[in-house]
């Protein structure tokens, strides 16, 4: 089975923490993102990748960075948490272009919430 | 630029009943890629069904069917004979023909009352 991992289901951080969010994926996909979701809003792109050391920035990129250093993991960072970065993050991952059935592999998401 | 709505929000129907979710979309795009996921209360959106814009064909898999009509921008998902175990928040999606852009609808949070 396709697998996406997210390291963690539940965080609760701190204002001004640093705050890491992890995602693996085994099915060798060139694409990877990050989406963040709150209600009323759908799913809304930070940022996406389609090759290691690559990113792109998505509809809503600030406050996060992110790191592909590996083609399976995929990192978002967000430098120094905010009340406002309290959201459901989801990982996903795809072959590139025609090449698959394009469609999007999800992670279970990772609910984070800042005090 | 693209761009897809689901403008309704929630849904509840009586099991057994049929119910359509719309979803419209927007591209400037010839080819695309349109897309339905469920999103069950678990959290993870699974997967459900994708088209291409040369493919017009309805399509049907056991209670769900799906209606693309490239004349309205349209692709919308009826489930017949709701069960309980539809209950979850649909998602349309546009894809480029890249495959390295999509684009969400904000959803429609379907309960099916037992």
């Known amino acids: 089975d396709v697998k996406v991992t997210q390291s963690s289901r539940y965080l609760v951080k701190r204002t001004g923490e640093k705050v890491f969010l992890e995602c693996v994926q085994d099915?060798?996909?060139?694409?990877m993102f990050w989406y963040r979701q709150d209600p009323g809003l759908g799913l809304r792109l930070i940022y996406f990748?389609?090759?290691?050391?690559?990113?792109e920035k998505g509809d809503i990129p600030e406050g996060y960075s992110v790191s592909r250093e590996k083609k399976e993991r995929f990192s978002l960072i967000l430098e120094s948490a905010s009340t406002n970065q309290t959201s459901m993050y989801l990982c996903?991952?795809?072959?590139?272009?025609?090449?698959?059935?394009?469609?999007?592999?999800f992670g279970e998401g990772s609910r984070l919430t800042v005090l | 630029a693209q761009k897809v709505t689901q403008a309704q929000t929630e849904i509840s129907v009586v099991e057994k009943e049929d119910v359509t979710l719309d979803c419209v979309y927007e591209?400037?795009?010839?080819?695309?890629?349109l897309f339905w996921y469920k999103q069950p209360p678990s959290g993870e959106l699974v997967f459900l069904i994708r088209?291409?814009?040369?493919?017009?064909q309805n399509e049907i898999s056991g209670r769900y069917s799906w209606n693309f009509q490239k004349s309205t921008s349209s692709f919308n998902f009826t489930i017949t004979a709701s069960q309980v175990v539809d209950s979850a928040v649909y998602f349309c999606?546009?894809?480029?023909?890249?495959?390295?852009?999509?684009?969400f609808g904000t959803g429609t949070s379907l309960t099916v009352i037992p």
């Open positions: 996903a991952s795809s072959l590139a272009g025609v090449r698959g059935t394009g469609e999007l592999f």
């Open positions: 099915m060798d996909h060139e694409n």
């Open positions: 990748s389609y090759d290691v050391k690559m990113k």
């Open positions: 591209t400037r795009d010839t080819t695309y890629y």
């Open positions: 088209r291409n814009s040369f493919d017009e």
């Open positions: 999606a546009l894809s480029e023909a890249t495959g390295n852009q999509f684009y």
